[in-house]
T-cell receptor, first 113, second 107 residues
Framework: DARVTQTPRHKVTEMGQEVTMRCQPI?????VFWYRQTMMQGLELLAY????????DSGMPKDRFSAEMPDATLATLKIQPSEPRDSAVYFCASGLAGYQPQHFGDGTRLSIL | DAKTTQPPSMDCAEGRAANLPCNHSTISGNEYVYWYRQIHSQGPQYIIHGLKNNETNEMASLIITEDRKSSTLILPHATLRDTAVYYCIIGYNKLIFGAGTRLAVHP
């Protein structure tokens, strides 16, 4: 079965460091979503792209977070500088435009010390 | 904010059908009903979706009321591996997750 691949699976770093999370969407999918999950807030949509163009990043803290799609096979989410409150599991999902369902990766578990 | 209401938790005996309800009274004409589940700390897993007709696949059945204001996900023969948080979401493209229902399947 085709899968969304996220790397790294786990990341522990000190506050102030730059963090880059990567996502390889399912081949042929043209929409990519970034989510964050914490115990307090649940699953939150941070941003999504269609055909590599950002469509909505209203859920993302703009001052330290950035999301890009350098090409159709790679999406990145960067945090600079990182803070302890950014500790969470970050999920990437991909899908086709319209009503077709999204499919999620296994996430990046991020801990900022 | 999530636009659905689900019970926070449910129990089901192994081998029995699990019926998970969801209210979505504010659903609009082009919004679909999606169900996902999340097992422990894995990524959410797509289960099924529908617009107005009932749907069935190898995992589950989705029953949508005629007025589309509520739906039920049916797992026909629950197993211990079906223990998870189940999310009912309405939307089109952009999905907003709520708190879901924590389903516990017991022997």
């Amino acid at each position: 079965d085709a899968r969304v691949t996220q790397t790294p699976r786990h990341k522990v770093t000190e506050m102030g460091q730059e963090v880059t999370m990567r996502c390889q969407p399912i081949l042929g999918h043209n929409t990519v979503f970034w989510y964050r999950q914490t115990m307090m807030q649940g699953l939150e949509l941070l941003a999504y792209f269609r055909n590599r163009a950002p469509l909505d990043d209203s859920g993302m803290p703009k001052d330290r977070f950035s999301a890009e799609m350098p090409d159709a096979t790679l999406a990145t989410l960067k945090i600079q500088p990182s803070e302890p409150r950014d500790s969470a599991v970050y999920f990437c999902a991909s899908g086709l435009a319209g009503y077709q369902p999204q499919h999620f990766g296994d996430g990046t578990r991020l801990s900022i010390l | 904010d999530a636009k659905t209401t689900q019970p926070p938790s449910m129990d089901c005996a192994e081998g029995r059908a699990a019926n998970l309800p969801c209210n979505h009274s504010t659903i609009s004409g082009n919004e679909y009903v999606y169900w996902y589940r999340q097992i422990h700390s894995q990524g959410p897993q797509y289960i099924i979706h529908g617009l107005k007709n009932n749907e069935t696949n190898e995992m589950a059945s989705l029953i949508i009321t005629e007025d589309r204001k509520s739906s039920t996900l049916i797992l026909p023969h629950a197993t211990l591996r079906d223990t998870a948080v189940y999310y009912c979401i309405i939307g089109y493209n952009k999905l907003i997750f709520g708190a879901g229902t924590r389903l516990a399947v017991h022997p």
